[in-house]
């Protein structure tokens, strides 16, 4: 069994097609499909089931699929076990939020690739929860609370929130003072399904968090979105303090009921690398929490938005 196979073989699982997996691993469509074929022929068993609009893995192919991706991630760690930082070499598949990937990550990205210069990031940016192992990404940052199973997981702290509103929006609805005065507000709703949640505002009630149901007039699935909505005076948002700084700072937002921000959100990063990382993760993971660090409260420590 060859390991270029198996390779062959994960990418077109992960990409569900011969012709974008030939495209991502830099190999003719044809070279994909023999190096298939002859996987296929030397386990005995066919891995995928081939349609003119879809591939999808066959029972044997998905049971064979959790075992090729192990193989081929100790196989990576090994052969990156004893790099030292200045012969890192490799491709790395990062998924990132939109809103850290613009303003915190990509800005400084320059700096990173100039100490590794024999690597190159296939940076995934956006807002839903991606399949780490079965979209093939290295590492994931996560802002929430984390539900994947069988993914390692380094917990990096937490972010404060903070409740904005648009000075336009606050002249046509007045400054909310108490959780009473809400009854009068709109809030943007943040839902990555629509219709799965009703909106609220989240505030603390001494014993945890509770919600008070609100109105909204627009429900967004995006980070962008959001803020975007906020900013035309659409209603209040709560959102993560460091993605609002630059507009509390410029005016074009404004803080409101401060002693009721919502429970801080959870930051991780997350891999299938379980114990062999291979040395080019474990660089990009301790450069993008080195980022996030001043951002972040860890339990214990300073709250930095204050």
Same mark, same amino acid.
């Given at each position: 069994?060859?390991?270029?196979?198996?390779?062959?073989?994960?990418?077109? &699982?992960?990409?569900?097609?011969?012709?974008?997996?030939?495209?991502?691993?830099?190999?003719?469509?044809?070279?994909?499909?023999?190096?298939?074929?002859?996987?296929?022929?030397?386990?005995?068993?066919?891995?995928?089931?081939?349609?003119?609009?879809?591939?999808?893995?066959?029972?044997?192919?998905?049971?064979?699929?959790?075992?090729?991706?192990?193989?081929?991630?100790?196989?990576?760690?090994?052969?990156?076990?004893?790099?030292?930082?200045?012969?890192?070499?490799?491709?790395?598949?990062?998924?990132?939020?939109?809103?850290?990937?613009?303003?915190? /990550?990509?800005?400084?990205?320059?700096?990173?690739?100039?100490?590794?210069?024999?690597?190159?990031?296939?940076?995934?940016?956006?807002?839903?929860?991606?399949?780490?192992?079965?979209?093939?990404?290295?590492?994931?940052?996560? /802002?929430?609370?984390?539900?994947?199973?069988?993914?390692?997981?380094?917990?990096?702290?937490?972010?404060?929130?903070?409740?904005?509103?648009? %000075?336009?929006?606050?002249?046509?609805?007045?400054?909310?003072?108490?959780?009473?005065?809400?009854?009068?507000?709109?809030?943007?709703?943040?839902?990555?399904?629509?219709?799965?949640?009703?909106?609220?505002?989240?505030?603390?009630?001494?014993?945890?968090?509770?919600?008070?149901?609100?109105?909204?007039?627009?429900?967004?699935?995006?980070?962008? &979105?959001?803020?975007?909505?906020?900013?035309?005076?659409?209603? /209040?948002?709560?959102?993560?303090?460091?993605?609002?700084?630059?507009?509390?700072?410029?005016?074009?937002?404004?803080?409101?009921?401060?002693?009721?921000?919502?429970?801080?959100?959870?930051?991780?990063?997350?891999?299938?690398?379980?114990?062999?990382?291979?040395?080019?993760?474990?660089?990009?993971?301790?450069? /993008?929490?080195?980022?996030?660090?001043?951002?972040?409260?860890?339990?214990?420590?300073?709250? %930095?938005?204050?």
């Amino acid at each position: 069994m060859e390991l270029s196979e198996v390779r062959m073989f994960l990418k077109v &699982a992960e990409l569900g097609s011969f012709t974008r997996a030939a495209e991502h691993l830099g190999v003719s469509k044809a070279g994909v499909s023999l190096g298939v074929s002859a996987l296929e022929s030397e386990l005995g068993s066919r891995l995928f089931q081939r349609t003119t609009r879809a591939v999808r893995l066959t029972p044997d192919g998905e049971q064979f699929f959790a075992r090729a991706r192990r193989l081929v991630l100790d196989a990576d760690a090994l052969s990156s076990l004893f790099q030292s930082p200045s012969t890192l070499r490799g491709t790395l598949r990062v998924d990132l939020p939109i809103d850290f990937a613009r303003s915190l /990550i990509i800005p400084r990205l320059p700096e990173f690739l100039a100490a590794h210069p024999q690597l190159s990031v296939m940076l995934s940016t956006t807002d839903r929860r991606v399949d780490v192992v079965r979209e093939g990404f290295d590492c994931v940052l996560r /802002i929430g609370a984390l539900t994947d199973s069988g993914l390692t997981a380094r917990k990096l702290g937490t972010l404060p929130m903070v409740n904005c509103a648009s %000075p336009a929006y606050l002249h046509e609805y007045g400054t909310p003072r108490t959780l009473e005065d809400l009854k009068g507000h709109l809030i943007v709703n943040y839902a990555l399904t629509f219709g799965a949640d009703d909106p609220s505002f989240e505030y603390p009630d001494g014993d945890g968090y509770s919600q008070w149901p609100m109105r909204a007039a627009v429900t967004v699935n995006g980070s962008d &979105a959001y803020r975007a909505a906020c900013l035309a005076g659409l209603g /209040i948002i709560q959102a993560p303090r460091p993605g609002m700084l630059a507009s509390l700072a410029s005016g074009a937002l404004v803080e409101v009921l401060p002693q009721y921000r919502c429970a801080p959100m959870p930051v991780s990063l997350v891999h299938a690398h379980a114990r062999q990382v291979p040395a080019r993760v474990r660089a990009v993971m301790t450069w /993008i929490e080195s980022l996030m660090a001043p951002y972040l409260q860890v339990a214990g420590g300073p709250d %930095p938005s204050r």
